[in-house]
C-alpha cells in the first residue's frame, strides 16, 4: 500500500502524461464520451453547435476543443467566409471530415482536435465564426465564454 502522497504525486503524473499525449499525437488514453452532458471518467464539459440541420458535438480540455465524431458541418461555405477555410479544406482532403447522406452536410468521420472553440466553430459553420458564442452546454444553454469565465472565478477563487 503506497501513501497517501505517493498516490497524489502519481495522479499528478498521469494527469499530466494525459494532456501531453494528445498534443504529440497519442490518443489512445483520451476518455470514452457520453452524449448525457459530460465525459463519463473525467466529468469534461460536452459543448454543442446547433444551426438548421447542423448538429456538432465538442469537448474541451485545457490544450484542445475537439469535435466529435459523427457531428454535422456545413457543406456549402458563405462567400465571406475567411477564417479556417484552409484547415476545413484540409479535413476533407484528409477524409476526418466525409460526406454525409444529406448532401447539404459533412460529417466529422473521427475525433478532430482543434486549438480554439472560434476555429472549430468556422470549420462546422463554414463560415467565420465567434466559438466563444457558438458552442453551448446542451443541458443549460451557457455559452462556452459564460463557461470559461465561470471556470476562471472558480479557480482563482481556490488559489487565494
Not at 28 to 48: N, R
Not at 90 to 115: C, G, M, R, S
Amino acid at each position: 500500500m503506497l501513501p497517501e502522497s505517493d498516490k497524489s504525486d502519481m495522479d499528478f503524473f498521469f494527469e499530466q502524461i494525459g494532456l501531453i499525449l494528445p498534443v504529440l499525437g497519442f490518443s489512445f488514453l483520451q476518455q470514452s464520451q457520453s452524449f448525457e452532458g459530460t465525459t463519463k471518467e473525467t466529468g469534461t464539459q460536452l459543448f454543442s453547435l446547433v444551426q438548421g440541420k447542423i448538429k456538432a458535438n465538442a469537448t474541451v480540455n485545457e490544450l484542445e476543443f475537439t469535435i466529435l465524431k459523427g457531428s454535422k458541418a456545413r457543406k456549402e461555405g458563405m462567400p465571406s467566409w475567411t477564417a479556417y477555410r484552409e484547415l476545413r479544406e484540409q479535413l476533407v482532403k484528409d477524409q476526418k471530415l466525409i460526406n454525409d447522406v444529406d448532401p447539404e452536410l459533412y460529417q466529422f468521420n473521427e475525433d478532430v482536435a482543434f486549438n480554439s472553440p472560434s476555429a472549430a466553430a468556422a470549420v462546422v459553420l463554414a463560415r467565420n465564426a465567434n466559438g466563444r458564442t457558438n458552442w453551448k452546454i446542451q443541458k443549460t444553454g451557457q455559452t462556452y465564454h459564460d463557461w470559461m469565465d465561470l471556470k476562471l472565478q472558480i479557480d482563482e477563487s481556490l488559489t487565494d
